[in-house]
């Protein structure tokens, strides 16, 4: 079956911009988490929706929001850019939240 | 405190030498834990869970970890290091949080470097 598909795969933005990144899962999970991955710092959790709910959350500023559709589509936003926003967001879909993650390929926000 | 800790972000091995890439993890109840593997630009890959019973875990690519309950410990190992194994590993861990749902951490990450 199909992977995790995360679009765009690159994104160019300029500070103060906002921006929408979509992540589709495997067919039948209910879960989607999202994470930032920097050189800086690492992997680092974001939200975690589970059947349009936000189940769990990391420690972002509010610039950063999520939701899912009923598809068990996800997206994520981020408002007001900065220049630390620069990072790999990775989206990745289980069953349940608690078990094995299937990554996709991400999506690499550069900001200027 | 965290819920997973690796030791050692770089970690250097001879082509052909054992690997041990280290991962303790802090839980009152046995956990779930995974082990990951991020190649350059791209995502990350599963190489093996525990969730229960045998506590030694074979994965993908030669590699196998050991659950110790005592220790606290997910250790991943490979007899053999082969260059193909150069790549970010990460363990992982899925406990309750305080909401009451299962939530997955992963650690910082350990790259490891093969040396030809």
């Known amino acids: 079956k199909a992977g995790v598909t995360q679009t765009p795969r690159y994104l160019i933005k300029t500070r103060g911009q906002q921006v929408t990144l979509s992540c589709s899962p495997i067919?039948?999970?209910?879960?989607v988490s999202w994470y930032q991955q920097t050189p800086g710092q690492g992997l680092q959790f974001l939200f975690e929706?589970?059947?349009?709910?936000?189940?769990n959350k990391g420690n972002f500023p509010g610039r950063f929001s999520g939701r899912q559709f009923s598809n068990s589509r996800s997206e994520m936003n981020v408002s007001t850019l900065e220049l630390g926003d620069s990072a790999l967001y990775l989206c990745?879909?289980?069953?349940?939240?608690?078990?094995?993650?299937?990554f996709g390929p991400g999506t690499r926000l550069t900001v200027l | 405190a965290q819920s997973v800790t690796q030791l050692g972000s770089h970690v250097s091995v001879s082509e052909g030498a054992l690997v041990l890439l280290r991962c303790n993890y802090s839980s009152s109840v046995p956990p779930y834990l995974f082990w990951y593997v991020q190649y350059p630009n791209q995502g990350l890959q599963l190489l093996l869970k525990?969730?229960?019973?045998?506590?030694l875990v074979k994965g993908i690519n030669g590699f196998e970890a050991e659950f110790k309950k005592s220790e606290t410990s997910f250790h991943l190992t490979k007899p053999s290091a082969h260059m193909s194994d150069a790549a970010e590993y990460f363990c992982a861990v899925s406990k309750m949080n305080s909401g009451g749902y299962q939530k997955v951490t992963f650690g910082t990450g350990t790259k490891l470097q093969v040396i030809p």
């Open positions: 525990y969730t229960t019973g045998a506590t």
């Open positions: 067919s039948g999970h209910r879960s």
């Open positions: 990745a879909s289980s069953w349940k939240g608690s078990d094995e993650q299937f």
């Open positions: 929706y589970f059947s349009e709910t936000q189940r």
